[in-house]
């Protein structure tokens, strides 16, 4: 079993930034994708961006631009800085980690934490 804990979320004005931050309990250097998702109320949890062990990134194109996703494998961690933000970018953000191993895929999740953005 995995633990993925959350920090960074919260109330910002929009335009305002903030950064979110995702420590695991497994060594990084063994997950290959880490990311982040949210979930907004009445819609679908949907990926705002990834990562994987590499460095090779993947983005929404709703936040293009304003979030940078970026993973400090010797601190087990994964960041999203999100810049610019917009009351659309209210939501429940997760944090999520996949890897193969032993032909075997294992994937977890946070607990979530919220960001609220005010007009």
């Known amino acids: 079993q995995v633990q993925l804990v959350e920090f960074g979320g919260g109330l910002v004005q929009a335009g305002g930034s903030l950064r979110l931050s995702c420590a695991a309990s497994?060594?990084?250097?063994?997950?290959?994708?880490m990311g982040w998702y949210r979930q907004a109320p009445g819609k679908q949890r949907e990926l705002v961006a990834s990562?994987?062990?590499?460095?090779?990134?993947n983005y929404a194109d709703s936040v293009k631009g304003r979030f940078t996703i970026s993973r400090d494998n010797a601190k087990n961690t994964v960041y999203l800085q999100m810049n610019s933000l917009k009351p659309e970018d209210t939501a429940v953000y997760y944090c999520?980690?996949?890897?193969?191993?032993?032909?075997?895929?294992?994937?977890?999740w946070g607990q979530g934490t919220q960001v609220t953005v005010s007009s």
């Open positions: 497994k060594s990084a250097f063994s997950i290959n994708t």
């Open positions: 990562i994987r062990r590499g460095g090779s990134t």
């Open positions: 999520n980690v996949d890897w193969i191993e032993f032909a075997n895929r294992y994937e977890y």
